[in-house]
Structures are given as C-alpha cells and as structure tokens.
C-alpha cells in the first residue's frame, strides 16, 4: 500500500517536500478566510515566501504566531449625531467613527491627575490600591523583579489579606522580560494571578505573538490608573542598587474617577475572562446618569485582536486627516505604515503643525534602525521631530484644542496591528491642552532632527530591517 501511495505521487509528479509546501499554503489559505484574517500587506507577503521556501520552519512558526484577531463577529455601529457647531471638529468626528466601529460610547469622569513624573505617577498608584475597599484589579504587560516590584507586591498581598477581592494580570512574554518574579506569595496570600497567553502553556493556537499591553489599575469599579508605565523601577524612579542600574525613564500616566472607569472595569473584567479561559459573568448593564452638559467626557478605545476592526489605527488616520492646527506626538517608537505615514505628511503639508517627539535612543535598538526612512519623509513634508536625551516611553497624541489620546499604543505597526492596546481619548479643551503641555515640556528639552540624505546600501537595509521589525 505504501509503495502504490508512493508510485501515486511520483505519477502525478509531486514530492514530499512539494506536498508539505502544498499543505503550508493550504493552512494560510484556510485559516486566513476562517478567522478573518486581514493582513498587513508585508507580513502577507512574508508568511507566503516562507511557508513556499522554508514549509518545514515556517508551517510551525505559522501555526504558533499566524493568528492576527480573534474571529468574531463586527460590532453593531453606533450612530452619533453631528451637532451644527462642532459637526467638523476632529473630536467629534473621533467620535462619530468611534461609534460606528462599536466602540463604547463617551462616559465622564472627574478629578483627572496627569502625573509630572515618576515619583508623583508611584504615589498616586499607591494611593489607589491602598483606597481600595472591595475589588481591586491590575493588568500590566509586565512586573518587574526589582524594588518597586516588590513593593506594589507587597500592597497588593497587604489588601488580600484584608479582604479586597485582587486580581493581577500579566502578559505572558512580559512576565519573563520583568525578571520573572515569584507569583507564588501573591497567590497564598489571597491574590488572583493570571497569565495572558502564556507561551508555553497557550490554549490557543496562532495566537501566542499576540501580546497584552494594555495597563489598568482598577479600585472598586469607581477610580482607574492608566497610561504608558509597566509595573518596575525604570518607568517611575528608577533603582540605583540594582545590577546594572535601572534610571528612570520618561512616560506618562494618568488617573480619574467617574463613568469612565466603570466602562474600564468591564474591559478588564472580559480581559481576564480571556486570559483564564472561563465564561464571563453576566455584563452589567451601566446605568449611567445623565452628565451636566458641562461634564468632561472621555472614550476608552481598546485595540487588538478582540476588536473586529483595527479600531485605534482607523482613528489616528482619520484625525489626522481631520487636524486642522496641530498634530504633537510623543512615542518610543515611530515605525508607521505608508498610510499613517502619509496622512501625518499630508497633514503637514497643508499647513497643519506636526511636532514629533522621540527619544534619540530608545530601549530598542531594531526599532531605532527602522525609523529614519519615515522621519526623513516627515521632515521632508514641513513636520518637526525632537529627539530627546533620555529614554522617553511617554505615548500620546493631541489633535488641535479639542482631543488627546494616551495610554497604552506606541505608533509602530506592532502595537497598531497585533497588540492588545488600550487608549483614553480625552474631549474635554482644558485637559486636552494639560497633555499638550506634557508634551511641550518634553519638546523643550529635546533637539531638533536634521535630515541627511543616506546611501543606497542604507536605504536598502532600513527597508530589511523594517519588515523584519513588524514581523517581530
């Protein structure tokens, strides 16, 4: 029977290695339809060279990393009406797109702290977990295995014993670049702890490259801490006696209270039922009060695989194609896609004022090599970009007087594409012009970048290393 399977093949003309390229191809045909998998055009590209030349490597590569979103069906759209006065606003129209993808609408919030920087982002952390008296719920891509790890692990046993309901998320993948620290005194002290697609031990196939950055810290449904920072010494103060020694970096957070973190804690709430493979509890209907016509309003905006659209994406490009005035940015790291890439141009080439703030030398060095193409193309079209001393890990973006997004999502086709990101876009003008002075106190210490025209051989790398960037 063997030997008639084999003369069958040979028949026909076909190989063992040529029914195992059939196959790869086969399995990305198939499971790119099933679960709806709309790629960047690069990474298509990518996962069909591989899998026809190098099917033995790049079938099981595939079948660990291949998935982009969680299949599922689209959102029903949510219609928001345009109100004459503002019906050209970039907000509103934020709004507007926001709601068509399904996205939760606007809720208020008060009190909104944006914190200077580490030592000040540390002690309004702090306060939010020792104010908790019922729940309490973070999520972080990661914890780190230094001081204030294990201080924030000490609150956080400290409030278990006491009775708060704690649960304590962490990717995967961030649970080891955090230094891997011990899980298990938080759990026998009372502390719920769940991995996000553990990499080793995934339930789900396909998805193990996608990561959960989005960063929460809930007390009992009614206050939320968010922004850029992980859980470790280097995003607040930084530890001297660490080996080698951990400075402080640059970044941004934020905290409130209001509607808008009980929306954040029903995100959570669907996050963990995702990270522990259990059934949701009956989503609870948020009864919100009718806000004063002067109330400050904020939207979540959740990107990732679980959202049918590339939400956070769709809206920078359409904002930025909405800016009037100013696009100013602040971000690690600046790896757009042609399309983001040339709305920010386009915008300003049609006067409108784009200031980009990075930092000279981020904590990743691909990520650096990648960048200079669309820097120089931005600088090209009238844009300004800054280069900072430090390491700057801030990530927000303001649109005129009117919108500022911050939290979670770096511009690099990583975090807009495959990541789990969470963004609070704030409308109210006040606040929008507090980010906007973060940021121009970011700016003011930087210097301006000068273009300078590369070599054909540098030009060509670049272009390698960015494709080799977004695969990673």
């Excluded at 409308?427 to 970011?442: L, S, T, Y």
Aim: glycine residues 8%.
């Amino acid at each position: 029977m063997t030997q008639q399977l084999v003369d069958f093949i040979g028949h026909w003309g076909l190989t063992v290695h040529g029914l195992v390229t059939l196959s790869g191809l086969l399995v990305y045909a198939v499971a790119s339809h099933a679960r709806r998998q709309r790629r960047h055009p690069s990474a298509a590209i990518a996962w069909v060279v591989s899998l026809a030349l190098m099917p033995y490597l790049a079938l099981p590569l595939y079948l660990l990393f291949g998935s982009r979103k969680v299949a599922r069906g689209p959102a029903p759209p949510a219609r928001l009406a345009l109100s004459p006065d503002r019906a050209g606003a970039p907000a509103h129209r934020f709004e507007q797109l926001a709601g068509a993808m399904g996205l939760a609408p606007a809720a208020s919030y008060r009190q909104l702290a944006i914190h200077q920087d580490g030592h000040e982002a540390l002690l309004a952390l702090q306060r939010i977990i020792l104010g908790a008296s019922r729940t309490l719920d973070i999520c972080t891509f990661l914890l780190g295995r230094d001081a204030v790890g294990r201080d924030l692990t000490a609150l956080l046993m400290r409030k278990a014993r006491q009775g708060v309901q704690v649960r304590l998320m962490i990717d995967g993948i961030g649970l080891y670049m955090g230094g891997h620290p011990r899980l298990q005194p938080l759990t026998e002290a009372g502390v719920r702890v769940a991995l996000f697609v553990s990499p080793f031990r995934s339930p789900l196939p396909g998805r193990t490259n996608l990561r959960n950055h989005r960063k929460m810290v809930i007390a009992d449904g009614q206050r939320m801490w968010s922004g850029g920072r992980n859980l470790a010494a280097e995003y607040f103060t930084g530890d001297a006696a660490s080996q080698p020694p951990k400075k402080p970096w640059v970044d941004l957070s934020f905290d409130f209270c209001g509607d808008l973190a009980r929306q954040a804690q029903q995100r959570f709430d669907q996050d963990w039922a995702f990270a522990t493979q259990t059934k949701p509890g009956p989503a609870q209907r948020l009864d919100f009060e009718a806000p004063h016509p002067e109330a400050a309003r904020a939207q979540l905006i959740a990107s990732g695989p679980d959202q049918a659209e590339d939400t956070l994406y769709s809206l920078l490009v359409a904002s930025c194609f909405t800016a009037r005035t100013r696009i100013l940015i602040v971000t690690p790291y600046f790896v757009p896609d042609a399309t983001l890439l040339m709305a920010l141009t386009l915008a300003a080439r049609r006067g409108v004022a784009v200031d980009l703030v990075l930092p000279r030398r981020s904590n990743h060095r691909l990520a650096d090599m990648a960048r200079p193409a669309a820097m120089r193309e931005l600088a090209a079209a009238g844009a300004r970009i800054w280069l900072a001393g430090g390491m700057v890990h801030a990530k927000a973006v303001v649109i005129d007087s009117d919108l500022a997004l911050s939290g979670s999502a770096n511009l690099d086709e990583r975090s807009l594409f495959l990541n789990y990101e969470l963004v609070v876009a704030f409308f109210e003008p006040a606040d929008v012009q507090r980010f906007a002075h973060w940021i121009d106190g970011q700016r003011a210490a930087a210097v301006l970048y000068r273009a300078h025209t590369p070599s054909a051989l540098r030009q060509f790398s670049e272009g390698l290393i960015r494709w080799l960037a977004f695969q990673l």
